[in-house]
């Protein structure tokens, strides 16, 4: 089950659990204008929610396997949903209408991001890299290694310049997201790093840790050689 609060007062609102279906939800995502949120899990399906009312507006099927992750574009009109049978899948996030299938990695997304400016879709996987793609295509832009475990998150900076990804070797790296090259690697957690982000003004990235920290980073660091 997901729960909706109100993030003014902690009050919960409702919980949304589908009634076909109880399995665990493994992620969410709410919409640019907050009326649709989404769940993904255990069952492979991704439900969009009407937020007012609690409801299943649509329930998207074509994942093989557990949906691991979710987000949609800037505007509201993608939808990306990552899953364990290693492909991403974008849909309309109006219609629900699938509009591509993106497949390149070796094994199970993990993590999925779309940039600011909805042109390129960010993906983490369990076969430890990074793969960047252009969202209108398909195509692969570029593919990041160089981590020693699974990318268990990904993100982009406002600016759409930078590329962070979190992985279970215990670091994060943040990525020139144009040149594709290796800016700095961030080391100092004790355990896998499940999840990273950016602020607002995109000087700080966050990355939270399996060793129970939540670590603040200058995301303006002097760049490094890049090595794989």
């Not at 729960?3 to 279906?21: F, N, V």
């Not at 219609?95 to 960010?122: E, I, K, N, W, Y």
Request: hydrophobic share 40%.
């Amino acid at each position: 089950m997901a729960r909706l609060w109100d993030a003014q007062t902690g009050e919960m609102l409702r919980g949304l659990s589908p009634a076909d279906d109880a399995r665990e939800v493994w992620t969410i995502a709410l919409s640019p204008d907050g009326q649709t949120l989404v769940t993904g899990g255990a069952d492979t399906v991704v439900r969009l929610w009407d937020t007012r009312s609690g409801t299943v507006r649509l329930a998207l099927k074509g994942h093989g396997e557990p949906v691991s992750a979710a987000a949609f574009s800037s505007d509201g009109k993608t939808l990306a949903s990552a899953s364990f049978d290693a492909t991403i899948r974008l849909w309309n996030g109006q219609t629900g209408v699938l509009q591509r299938t993106l497949q390149a990695h070796g094994d199970s997304v993990c993590s999925v991001a779309l940039s600011p400016d909805s042109t390129r879709v960010l993906s983490g996987s369990a076969d430890r890299t990074a793969i960047l793609w252009r969202a209108d295509t398909g195509a692969v832009l570029h593919t990041f290694k160089g981590h020693g475990g699974a990318v268990c998150s990904v993100a982009f900076s406002p600016d759409n310049r930078t590329i962070a990804t979190g992985s279970e070797d215990k670091t994060v790296r943040l990525w020139d997201a144009d040149a594709c090259r290796l800016m700095h690697t961030l080391e100092g957690h004790n355990g896998a790093v499940r999840s990273v982000a950016f602020s607002p003004d995109g000087h700080t990235v966050a990355s939270a840790s399996e060793d129970g920290t939540v670590r603040l980073w200058d995301a303006h660091v002097q760049p490094m050689p890049l090595s794989f």
